[in-house]
């Protein structure tokens, strides 16, 4: 079985190199790590560039993430690829578990991903934080009964050729990973591995914080991700359509708990979106809770996410601004707090 790393980055001199030197540095090596420079106007092209024939770089003109997805998959000639932001980490052994979990007829193998902030410092998070025993068969039971399943972002997942080939180009709205992992379910089983097999970097430039314009914003453009995500369960539709598959929720999005709090704070901040006419906050309010009890795993994840959508729902806007600030700004607002910590507790050692 043919492995291959696939590598896109645009602008990423900071992170490109850390990002390579993980594909390379697995204990099970990648029979080919690809690397596709979208474009960039930084050092990107000089870094990629030095690692000479370790790797294959492409450079191509600036043509969106989309377009250079598209193009490293067409290069890569493995059977199993996984795409590598360029802002992201692969642990050692990623390599060597995916192989180790493969069998034929998957779609995907899907891992945990360590959260861990711009300068490479643990969060004390995961992602996606799965059930200790996430089968295939459940998540096959889940996406039947609610139309999605828990999935991790792009770096977190192995996918099988045979699946790509059926639906590439997929026309997604804003990147491949959530239209792809959306309809996984449909062309194979997925395996979960419990073990955290990367680091997934939260910084000022992941695009689910940009708005329409590609500027960092403090925290997401709600209306905007709601509507991308609307237009991914619009393509699920269509592949259910075409493999004569029946999901059993009419609405998708309204079992995905992140998308519940979009909603909301759409809603407290007085922001237009997708269907908000369908909508109420006392009905996001009631959904939400219904979601932390029925869908979390952990009490302590059930109760923050029910502490949060009451506090939300019974916040001002004004308030309602500030908590939501503190909510997608944490990391940044603690860490002089920690740095003070560990001053302290090294003037007292």
């Known amino acids: 079985m043919k492995i ?15 990002a390579i030197d993980s594909a390379l540095n697995q204990t099970r090596p990648a029979d080919e790590i690809v690397v596709v420079d979208d474009g960039s106007i930084d050092g990107s092209r000089q870094i990629i560039a030095g690692y000479g024939d370790r ?26 690829l996984l795409f590598l932001d360029a802002d992201d980490i692969l642990m050692p052994t990623a390599v060597e578990n995916v192989v180790a979990h493969w069998r034929e007829g998957l779609s995907k193998v899907q891992f945990n991903l360590a959260l861990i902030d711009g300068a490479g410092t643990p969060l004390g998070r995961s992602f996606c934080a799965f059930p200790t025993s996430y089968t295939s068969q459940d998540v096959h039971a889940e996406f039947i009964r609610s139309g999605t399943y828990i999935w991790p972002v792009m770096s977190g997942n192995a996918y099988s050729r045979e699946f790509l080939r059926q639906v590439i180009p997929l026309n997604p709205p804003v990147g491949y990973d959530g239209a792809l992992n959306s309809i996984a379910p449909l062309y194979g089983d997925v395996v979960t591995v419990q073990a955290t097999l990367g680091q997934y970097r939260l910084h000022g430039r992941n695009i689910s914080r940009n708005d329409a314009k590609g500027r960092a914003q403090p925290f997401p453009d709600f209306p905007r991700q709601i509507g991308f995500r609307v237009a991914e369960f619009d393509i699920l539709k269509a592949h259910c359509d075409r493999k004569s598959i029946h999901v059993q929720s009419a609405r998708p999005i309204d079992n995905e708990i992140v998308f519940i709090n979009y909603r909301l704070a759409s809603r407290k901040l007085g922001l237009r979106y997708v269907s908000e006419d369908a909508d109420t906050s006392s009905s996001l309010l009631r959904r939400g809770i219904w979601l932390a009890l029925t869908e979390t795993t952990q009490w302590r994840t059930a109760a923050s996410h ?44």
Request: glycine share 6%; net charge positive.
């Open 4 to 18: 291959s790393i696939v590598i896109t980055v645009y602008n990423y001199e900071r992170y490109v190199g850390l």
């Open 55 to 80: 790797i294959r770089a492409i450079f191509q003109a600036n043509q969106g993430n989309i377009a250079a997805f598209e193009v490293g998959y067409r290069e890569a000639t493995g059977d199993v």
């Open 306 to 349: 029910i502490v949060w959508f009451t506090a939300l729902f019974l916040s001002p806007s004004w308030l309602a601004y500030r908590l939501i600030m503190l909510r997608f700004n944490r990391a940044e607002l603690l860490r002089p707090l920690l740095r003070f910590g560990s001053v302290i507790r090294r003037t007292h050692a």
